[in-house]
Nanobody, 125 residues
Framework: QVQLVESGGGLVQAGDSLRLSCAPS????????MGWFRQAPGKEREFVAC????????LYADSVKGRFTVSRDNAKNTLFLQMNDLKAEDTAVYYC??????????????????WGQGTQVTVSS
């Protein structure tokens, strides 16, 4: 498995913005599907957003639509998550995921093969 490295988490206030980044530790993945999940304490890991190579192929969870934007630098296989208007309920560990294959449903963490260690996002109300 390829290790993914996330960065950009932190402690912010409600209404603030954060930008997360994710990059693979090696360049062995070829044009992978990449996405973000999050896991709050005591809850299951849930899908946030994902992107194929084209911006038009982005998919979002209903809870973040209109506030979060996923983008990527295809040349570097780097994935970003711009999070605006953050809410207390967005507090979680955010994980980057990637896979060479398109397995449905994309919202199921079991269908993703490569993961990062996670970055904490805490939003105070």
């Amino acid at each position: 498995q390829v290790q993914l490295v996330e960065s950009g988490g932190g402690l912010v206030q409600a209404g603030d913005s954060l930008r997360l980044s994710c990059a693979p530790s090696e360049r062995s993945l070829s044009n992978p599907l990449m996405g973000w999940f999050r896991q709050a304490p005591g809850k299951e890991r849930e899908f946030v957003a994902c992107s194929g190579r084209l911006r038009s192929s982005a998919l979002y969870a209903d809870s973040v639509k209109g506030r979060f934007t996923v983008s990527r630098d295809n040349a570097k296989n780097t994935l970003f998550l711009q999070m605006n208007d953050l809410k207390a309920e967005d507090t979680a560990v955010y994980y980057c995921a990637a896979d060479e294959y398109f397995r449905v449903p994309l919202t199921d963490p079991k269908n993703w093969n490569h993961w990062g260690q996670g970055t904490q996002v805490t939003v105070s109300s």
